[in-house]
């Protein structure tokens, strides 16, 4: 069983950073991709970035490019969202999410949600604002 726990959400104002971190537990097969998805309230909940920890690939999505870097963090089963430039349309609810990903899985379907991951935390608020 995989287990998903989410800190560093807080308030920033415009131009900050924040560092989320998602600590997971449980086979570390059953957790190989991991991700970072929010949802603002009332809206339909987006991939924000995706990583698969066995070999390090990446994807983001278009708003995120540049902005955000999803990482390993020094402890191999925690997963790191950075955060920088924040912009008021980046506050939401942020989730950790992970499951196995077969060989050959995009990791753009899983970013898409047509890949559907079945472990996810409980969230943490980002709240950007002056």
């Known amino acids: 069983q995989v287990q998903l726990t989410e800190s560093g959400g807080g308030s920033v104002q415009p131009g900050g950073s924040l560092t989320l971190s998602c600590e997971a537990s449980g086979p570390g097969y059953a957790r190989n991709c991991m991700g970072w998805f929010r949802q603002v309230s009332g809206k339909e909940r987006e991939g924000v970035a995706v990583i698969h920890t066995s070999g390090g690939a990446t994807v983001y999505a278009d708003s995120m490019k540049g902005r955000f870097t999803i990482s390993q963090g020094k402890a191999k089963n925690t997963v790191d969202l950075q955060m920088n430039s924040l912009k008021p349309e980046d506050s939401a609810m942020y989730y950790c999410?992970?499951?196995?990903?077969?060989?050959?899985?995009?990791?753009?379907?899983?970013?898409?949600?047509?890949?559907?991951?079945?472990?996810w935390g409980q969230g943490t608020q980002v709240t950007v604002s002056s």
């Open positions: 999410a992970a499951d196995h990903c077969f060989e050959g899985t995009s990791l753009n379907s899983v970013l898409s949600g047509t890949f559907k991951l079945h472990n």
